[in-house]
């Protein structure tokens, strides 16, 4: 029997504030704009339940964020999973999770932007059954470009 400190816990949970650090940490290391612990903490309080994260043995390896653009749809702000961790389908445990929490708001819809030149970001996005609606000009402080991505819950 293995003992119990190799054992693997993982899995998503709800955010806590006390994430925070970590949480700023994944997102300003693998996202191209930069996020302050407010901000962040801004988007939890407007929408708690859409906070969710992926811990390995209480590690937190990924998250996302959303908010509601209207009535019946949801709008990913973020998301994000240490690069060290990826391509073993944290990304998609983290969705999966996100669109349980819609579902159970009544949501209809979720609507995302992604850099146009992200093609990991695109590739994960289509994979799980986006698609890409429009292309939004400067959208980035950058002034790169973006794709509004959108799927039908
Ligand atoms: C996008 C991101 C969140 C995906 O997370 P992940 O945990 O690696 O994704 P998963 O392992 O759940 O991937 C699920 C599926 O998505 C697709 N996918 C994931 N990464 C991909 C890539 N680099 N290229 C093409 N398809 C990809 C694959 O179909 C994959 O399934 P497979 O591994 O069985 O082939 C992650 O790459 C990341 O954090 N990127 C940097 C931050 C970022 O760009 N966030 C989005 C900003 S809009």
Redesign the pocket.
């Known amino acids: 029997m293995p003992a119990v400190r190799d054992a693997l816990v993982a899995g998503t949970r709800n955010f806590r504030p006390e994430d925070i650090r970590k949480v700023v940490e ?1 997102g300003n290391s ?3 704009e930069y996020y302050t612990d407010t901000l962040l903490l801004d988007l939890y309080e407007a929408w708690p339940n859409s906070f969710i994260v ?1 811990t390995v043995n209480e590690r937190i390896v ?1 998250f ?1 964020v959303g908010s509601k653009f209207s009535r019946t749809e949801a709008r ?1 702000l ?6 060290n ?11 999966n999770n996100f669109v349980e929490v819609c579902n159970r708001e009544n949501l209809l819809s979720v609507r ?4 146009t030149d ?11 059954g986006f698609s890409v609606i429009s292309v939004i000009r400067a959208y980035y402080s950058d002034a790169s470009d973006a794709y509004l991505m959108w799927k039908l819950l």
Do not use: C, P
């Open positions: 994944i693998s996202l191209t992926y990924g996302i990913i973020l998301l994000a999973v240490d690069a961790f990826r391509r073993k389908g944290v990304g998609m445990a983290l969705m995302l932007e992604v850099r992200n093609d990991q970001a695109i590739g994960f996005y289509k994979a799980f």
